[in-house]
T-cell receptor, first 109, second 115 residues
Framework: GQNIDQPTEMTATEGAIVQINCTYQ??????LFWYQQHAGEAPTFLSY??LDGLEEKGRFSSFLSRSKGYSYLLLKELQMKDSASYLC??????????WGAGTKLIIKP | GAVVSQHPSRVICKSGTSVKIECRSL??????MFWYRQFPKQSLMLMAT?????????EQGVEKDKFLINHASLTLSTLTVTSAHPEDSSFYIC???????????FGPGTRLTVL
């Protein structure tokens, strides 16, 4: 079956670095998305990886290993506003999104 | 984990026709479901919030007469795109929130192509 796993909750300190992991199993693969979602708001697109490697975009970076079915989202210089849920979603061969349950990131001063 | 399904997963239709998309929460009840639209590599744009037994709440700029939403039961919401045009071609995603309101689960999406 198709499946996405990511940690339920993580806690980090303001100014630090945190890595949110995501493993996936899908029928075919057409890329992996990371979204940020603040409570009560729509998810905001962060990144899309379809090739292996690291893509950096400001304080956020996303990594993909297709052979391992693994991705991570790296957040640097954490700010209080980064407290949110982070959703990992893989697109299968039919271009359907398989969603992770989301990782709630708590930032402490 | 909780599962949200959408049907159909993909639909191609002619301009001027109407298309209905179903969103179901398979193993939980949801008083609130959300309909989003996504353009490639962009954020999900919330179109409307669907509440069971009452009228949907539409976001600014979304035509309620064009995007008809019905939430007839605690496990089913439908989005009907009426008189579809090519510019309506997009990826439509629904999500459902648990009765407790503490979790939200997303559907796999429906790819609509209007010729």
């Amino acid at each position: 079956g198709q499946n996405i796993d990511q940690p339920t909750e993580m806690t980090a300190t303001e100014g630090a670095i945190v890595q949110i992991n995501c493993t996936y199993q899908t029928s075919g693969f057409n890329g992996l998305f990371w979204y940020q979602q603040h409570a009560g708001e729509a998810p905001t697109f962060l990144s899309y990886n379809v090739l292996d490697g690291l893509e950096e975009k400001g304080r956020f970076s996303s990594f993909l290993s297709r052979s391992k079915g693994y991705s991570y989202l790296l957040l640097k210089e954490l700010q209080m506003k980064d407290s949110a849920s982070y959703l990992c979603a893989a697109m299968d061969s039919n271009y359907q999104l398989i969603w992770g349950a989301g990782t709630k990131l708590i930032i402490k001063p | 984990g909780a599962v949200v399904s959408q049907h159909p997963s993909r639909v191609i239709c002619k301009s001027g026709t109407s298309v209905k998309i179903e969103c179901r929460s398979l193993d939980f009840q949801a008083t609130t479901m959300f309909w989003y639209r996504q353009f490639p590599k962009q954020s999900l744009m919330l179109m409307a919030t669907s509440n069971e037994g009452s009228k949907a709440t539409y976001e600014q700029g979304v035509e309620k007469d064009k995007f008809l939403i019905n939430h007839a039961s605690l496990t089913l919401s439908t989005l009907t795109v009426t008189s579809a045009h090519p510019e309506d071609s997009s990826f439509y995603i629904c999500s459902a929130r648990t009765l407790a309101g503490d979790e939200q689960f997303f559907g796999p999406g429906t790819r609509l192509t209007v010729l």
